[in-house]
């Protein structure tokens, strides 16, 4: 089994900077690739961040530039720096890594991190 939890969000003002965590654990034999998503209240959940094991890197439109995904040394812990946050920001955040575990591919969510931008 797979456990993701995450931390790290909360209230910050525009143009502010959050750092999200999510940490990684069970039985797993790779994580392939680690994501973040956000789903906005009334909006349909969108894909923020993926960062491959091999380091490749994606952002949707919105937030290149401002947003940096990265993970630990173990590559068991994944971070999202959130920098220059607007109110559009405001979701919750959900990690969700893919993962190979002794009985297949495993698509396992975290419970989510709220991020609140507002002044």
């Known amino acids: 089994q797979v456990q993701v939890v995450e931390s790290g969000g909360g209230l910050v003002r525009p143009g502010g900077s959050l750092r999200l965590s999510c940490a990684v654990s069970?039985?797993?034999?790779?994580?392939?690739?680690m994501r973040w998503h956000r789903q906005a209240p009334g909006e349909q959940r969108e894909l923020v961040a993926t960062?491959?094991?091999?380091?490749?890197?994606y952002y949707t439109d919105s937030v290149k530039g401002r947003f940096t995904i990265s993970t630990d040394n173990a590559k068991t812990t994944i971070y999202l720096q959130m920098n220059g946050l607007k109110p559009e920001d405001t979701a919750v955040y959900y990690c969700n890594p893919g993962v190979i575990t002794p009985t297949g591919r495993s698509d396992t969510w975290g419970q989510g991190t709220l991020v609140t931008v507002s002044s």
């Open positions: 069970g039985n797993i034999l790779r994580i392939y690739a």
């Open positions: 960062i491959t094991s091999g380091g490749t890197t």
